[in-house]
């Protein structure tokens, strides 16, 4: 009878991550439609394109206890914490409420974000 041997998996570190395909960009105006802070608007300060995440300025707020070291003091910081794109919206440039996006291509082929409700375009803020 054959002796079993129990070999470890390999792990597989190096795997490339799948990007998420977002509309939202840095510094785009957006509104919350769920969680804690439905309802509330504020300007995106990160995309995290790899786990499909945003940071917007004054909602989901958390707090870190910081030691202090030679270069920063210490103390409890208040910081943006990311949560996922689909909890948000764009804002309608024409209208302000919340919209849907729909992409198209320019003549010089440039592809632009296109507001569902109104039909303005979203310009890009790079």
Known sequence: MKQLVHRKKKRLRNQAKTIVPMQITKGDTVHVISGDDKGKRGIVLRVYPKTGRVAVDGINLAKKHRRPT???????????????????????????????????????GTVERIA??????IPRNR
């Open 70 to 108: 030679q270069t920063m003091e210490g103390g409890i910081m208040t910081f943006p914490a990311p949560f996922h794109h689909s909890k948000v919206m764009l804002i309608d440039p024409t209208t302000g409420a919340p919209t849907r996006i729909r992409r198209q291509k320019d003549a010089d």
């Open 116 to 121: 569902v409700k109104s039909g303005a375009a």
